[in-house]
């Protein structure tokens, strides 16, 4: 079963470029990335019913079971942390030099100097006569005599009487080298904030959100952004909606769900959320929706006790894979007027 989702995830995500032998043989930057890169943002809220509005009956049949290959994603800052955890400060040397590294590598005689406890300024004084340093081969008659005048062979470079050939890369090759760069920084990035909660400042339907505030009746419970490779559609991973426990009056209690986003011909989200108003009783609120959208389409699920709204969007190149695509486009005009 993990590989064939392994496998599906790989397939899926094969792009146009992987049948191109070199990026100027691409005719659009969409052929260089994979299909199946989207972030998808949701928000889910409570609906309080109103005086005299008919209950939403409860079940306790089916009993409440988790898919086996659900995912808890974590935050995006708690990743940052994560990766930048091991690395270290600069320390300080007697309140005036400062190292990075404590195992960097020293010269021989920068250790002696060090183990004697030789002053850092002395250091600028350097005299191989008056320095307590054993010098092996021992320093030679004219080495040892600042004053001797005994001659000391020196190389001196012959003057070449042909300029050096310079050797530079063409434009083309230049600028197809400046596109693969930029696409693996691309790739490297999108795959670095894949599979996390991202950060609020990323959120993208905030408006929406304040609007669902406005409404007296209605509680915004959870609202998230996050990014992957969707996979096929027999080939689903679910992500639990981090929402257990909440308070908001004597009837919601407690709500759990998850989410998985699948591609075929179109996009599928697939929603299953349980509202328990009594925790102590196995009765519970059911939405279960599965939904066939586009990308960059606001859908809205709708339930009498719960509503979901969800967005899905592809991921686009980012502006220094965009130059690096117009400087080769540039390039190979170049090269086919020569």
């Not at 990743?79 to 030099?97: E, I, P, T």
């Not at 996050?226 to 559609?233: G, I, L």
């Not at 004597?250 to 989410?259: E, P």
Request: aromatic share 8%; with cysteine.
């Amino acid at each position: 079963m993990i590989r064939r989702t392994l496998t599906t995830l790989i397939c899926c995500g094969l792009s146009v470029y992987a049948s191109a032998t070199s990026p100027r043989e691409l005719t659009s930057l969409t052929d260089a990335l994979p299909a199946n890169r989207f972030a998808i943002e949701l928000i889910v809220f409570l609906r309080e019913p109103t005086m005299g509005a008919p209950i939403e009956p409860l079940q306790e049949q089916p009993q409440i079971i988790w898919p086996h290959d659900v995912m808890a994603l974590t935050t995006q800052r708690s990743q940052q942390r994560a990766q930048y955890s091991d690395l270290f400060s600069s320390s300080a040397v007697n309140s005036r030099y400062c190292h990075v590294d404590p195992d960097a590598f020293l010269p021989d005689f920068m250790n002696i100097v060090l183990s004697n406890g030789f002053e850092t300024e002395l250091l600028n004084e350097f005299s191989p006569m008056g320095s307590q340093i054993t010098l092996s081969p021992p320093l030679s008659s004219a080495e040892a005599n600042p004053l001797s005048v005994d001659p000391i062979d020196v190389y001196e470079a012959q003057p070449d009487t042909e300029p050096p050939q310079i050797v530079t890369a063409s434009a083309i090759s230049q600028a197809e080298k400046n596109f693969r760069d930029a696409l693996q920084s691309f790739n490297d990035g999108f795959d670095a904030n894949s599979w996390q909660w991202l950060n609020d400042d990323q959120l993208r339907l905030q408006d929406q959100r304040r609007s669902i505030n406005l409404a007296p009746e209605l509680d915004v419970v959870f609202h998230g952004r996050w990014q992957q490779p969707v996979p096929a559609r027999d080939a689903p991973q679910r992500i639990l909606l981090p929402v257990q426990t909440i308070n908001l009056s004597a009837q919601f209690t407690r709500l759990n769900g998850h989410i998985g986003i699948t591609l075929g011909r179109y996009l599928h989200a697939n929603t299953k959320l349980w509202l328990q108003p009594d925790p102590a009783t196995n009765a519970y609120a059911e939405l279960n929706e599965s939904r066939r959208m586009r990308s960059n389409e606001l859908h809205y699920i709708d339930h009498p006790l719960i509503g979901v709204l969800i967005n899905i969007e592809p991921i686009d190149a980012d502006p220094t894979l965009e130059r690096s695509w117009q400087d080769l486009q540039e390039a190979k005009s170049l090269t086919s007027l020569e």
